[in-house]
């Protein structure tokens, strides 16, 4: 019969640290362990006759969280199965993800006894499957041990099947990856990139909760009420399609260049229609072996009024070094660079160019300096609109 679990896996130090105590318990008393895989099992072992149901509620009930928190609090065991392990203290959301994962595949799965328990012992075993002697010893040991105490982010679950990676969620880059991706070193490199970009305050992953960074394409009555809707002003800057290196450098969540042009597109595509107005601040497209302005122009809805930035030449539109929008009661000033607004201005300004490089400095409203950055890294990475402004200065 296959057997299937849901668990977190350490990474990084703490997986070296924890494999490490294993290895040394295992070699100290002579223990014929498997290889060590650290980790916390979040469900199972358990079996299913609908594989197809079971990868698909476990990305949807992926995506309906963010990163979670634990800790990891010195050493446990359980007295009567004679197991040792490290005892792990969950969040509160990690606890609830936990419980709405047994509940959710408990009509079509056989899961384990403890799957059923509202009250669960989160822990990460060290040593199973003892007799009475080797327990007693183990537990005299560790207990002479300094017990590993950290704190730690739960960035990805792994759904197993017979050992093997099925499916990984990953809630930085909000999307599961196949068992090739999930084993990518380059993917998550990316992943602690974007980790990174979390403690830094200049990414946050809460903000894609039932997303997968890009919006769910219309259903054909969303696409029938936006052709009898009002017309929209939206303002976006710096898409940098084609643009490879601006996946590391602002730290974006996309696996490669394709992915990300087609999530921008399509973000696009599903907030704006043919008959919106678009003010692009500059920066579609660059990179060596980039299509033209004009070619991802073509793809783009609604009719863009496009001012130049670093990067962009057409030979099929007029391009502007900066313009003066009257939108409701207000006056803006629409530049690519913020250097570029004139000392004398004393309006609002609206502005790309800085991407989530320098939030302190560029965040997406700076009501002190009177000044908007409209970078998609800071519009969850889709055109916003101009009423939403509004109701952001008006606060």
């Known amino acids: 019969m296959v057997h299937y679990l849901i668990e977190f ?3 990084g130090s703490a997986k070296y640290e924890i494999k490490k105590l294993i290895d040394e318990i295992n070699q100290n008393f002579e223990l014929n362990s ?5 980790h916390v099992t979040l469900a199972g072992p358990f079996s299913t006759n609908d594989e197809t149901k079971l990868i698909r509620d476990f ?3 992926c995506s309906n969280y963010s990163l979670m928190d634990f800790e990891v609090n010195g050493f446990n065991t359980f007295e009567e199965n004679k197991v040792i392990f490290l005892d792990i203290n969950p969040s509160r959301e990690m606890d609830e993800f936990r419980w709405n994962l047994a509940q959710t595949l408990e009509p079509y799965c056989q899961l384990n006894k403890f799957d059923y328990e509202r009250k669960y012992e989160f822990h990460t075993t060290i040593a199973i499957k003892l007799l009475d002697d080797e327990f007693k010893r183990i537990k005299k040991y560790v207990e002479r041990k300094k017990g590993l105490k950290f704190k730690y982010k739960m960035i990805r679950a792994t759904l197993v099947k017979d050992q093997f990676i099925l499916r990984e969620y990953d809630f930085l880059l909000r999307r599961p990856l196949s068992r090739e991706l999930a084993l990518d070193r380059d993917i998550y490199a990316h992943t602690l990139n974007l980790l990174s970009a979390y403690f830094e305050g200049s990414y946050n992953p809460g ?3 039932s997303e997968r960074i890009e919006i769910p394409q219309k259903s054909l009555i969303e696409n029938i009420k936006s052709v009898f809707r009002k017309s929209k002003v939206f303002v976006t800057s710096d898409l940098h399609l084609d643009h490879a290196n601006i996946i590391k450098y602002c730290k ?3 696996l490669d260049t394709a992915d990300m042009n087609k999530v921008l597109v399509r973000n696009w595509n599903n907030t704006v229609s043919n008959k919106d107005t678009v003010y692009f601040l500059g920066d579609l497209a660059y990179g060596r072996g980039s299509r033209t302005a004009d070619y991802w122009l073509k ?3 609604g009719k863009v009024f496009f001012i130049k930035g670093n990067h962009d030449v057409s030979n099929e539109i007029k391009l502007y070094d900066d313009f003066i929008l009257e939108y409701a009661n207000y006056k803006f000033f629409l530049t ?14 609206i502005c790309g160019h800085s991407h989530n490089n320098n939030l302190h400095e560029y965040p997406f409203i700076d009501k002190e300096n009177k000044r908007i950055n409209v970078s998609v890294e800071l519009t969850k990475y889709k055109p916003v609109d101009m009423d939403f402004i509004l109701e952001q200065l008006e606060k």
């Open 9 to 11: 896996r350490f990474h």
């Open 34 to 38: 498997k290889r060590a895989i650290p």
């Open 59 to 61: 990305n949807w009930l």
């Open 207 to 209: 903000e894609y909760i």
């Open 252 to 254: 974006r969540p996309f």
């Open 299 to 301: 793809q783009l809805n």
């Open 336 to 349: 690519h660079r913020p250097e570029n607004i004139p000392s004398g201005w004393n309006d609002w300004a």
